[in-house]
């Protein structure tokens, strides 16, 4: 395995005055990348140019916990522990829609494959699902999970968002009929490990295997990054989550993978 020191650090950004809780890539432009901090700002930065970021978003009231583009880099969604998804135009700088259901912190806001829809999750155990062209309230709420929801993602179809808790599980979210088809326990806690919180729960994109539609990432408190793959199981009738690799290295919990 490669070791890495600081000299190999190309850059160090020390803009934000409070921690770096998400940076995300623009899919559109890949010299842009935005970064969420706990100091309630979103800074925009170009990689040719460190110096100081582009733009500086700022309109949360409390830290931001999650950001990520669309996939034509025109729009930002931002999760905060005040409980509100906000969705920000990159170009003009400015938030231009507030979704505002969640009674608890909002941990994750993702955009779905076609960026018409996203899903929200946070400590009051729902999945909001939300349809960008009537976003006054969620289209689907839902609250099946048994404990908080740290992260959730979509398959590539858009039927399903899966979510992970608390407390260790893996939850799949059928959007159409808003039930639970999948209540997977994927960690078991280790001796020296006593929690199996799942911090992290990411799709993968456009993976080189055509047929693995269903890929994502899993980082949790046991140090460990999964890799598993989210298939339908025509035997069954149900749908299967299953570990495909297991990724060691960590000396603590992973919170973004």
């Given amino acids: 395995m490669p070791q890495f020191t600081t000299k190999d650090c190309k850059a160090v950004i020390r803009e934000h005055e409070h921690s770096v809780d998400s940076i995300s890539g623009n899919p559109a432009k890949e010299t842009e990348f935005a970064t969420a901090s706990h100091d309630k ?8 140019n460190l110096k100081k970021p582009v733009k500086v978003l700022k309109g949360h009231s409390e830290g931001i916990w999650n950001v990520n583009y ?8 931002s999760a905060s522990p005040e409980g ?19 009674t608890g912190r909002c941990y994750k806001a993702m955009w779905n494959n076609s960026d018409s829809m ?17 976003a006054a309230k969620p289209i689907v709420i839902n609250n099946e999970s048994e404990s908080c929801i740290m992260a959730c993602d979509w398959t590539e179809d858009n039927k399903h968002v899966l979510s992970s808790t608390m407390n260790g599980h893996i939850n799949s979210l059928n959007v159409e009929t808003n039930k639970m088809v999948l209540k997977h326990d994927t960690m078991a806690c280790t001796p020296e490990i006593e929690s199996n919180i799942i911090y992290s ?3 993968v994109k456009n993976h080189p295997n055509k047929r693995a539609t269903n890929l994502f990432t899993i980082g949790a408190e046991n140090k460990l990054i999964y890799l598993t793959d989210y298939n339908p199981s025509a035997k069954y009738e149900s749908w299967l989550l299953e570990i495909s690799s297991k990724y060691e290295g960590h000396s603590a919990g992973i919170r973004d993978a």
């Fill in 41 to 48: 700002t979103i800074m925009l930065w170009d990689l040719n």
């Fill in 70 to 77: 669309t996939q034509n880099g025109q729009q930002l969604a």
């Fill in 84 to 102: 509100v998804c906000k969705i920000w135009d990159v170009r003009g700088g400015k938030s231009v829609q507030d979704l505002k259901y969640h």
């Fill in 118 to 134: 996203i899903a929200t999750c946070g400590s009051d155990r729902m999945v909001c699902v939300w349809d960008l062209r009537k």
């Fill in 201 to 203: 729960l990411k799709a």
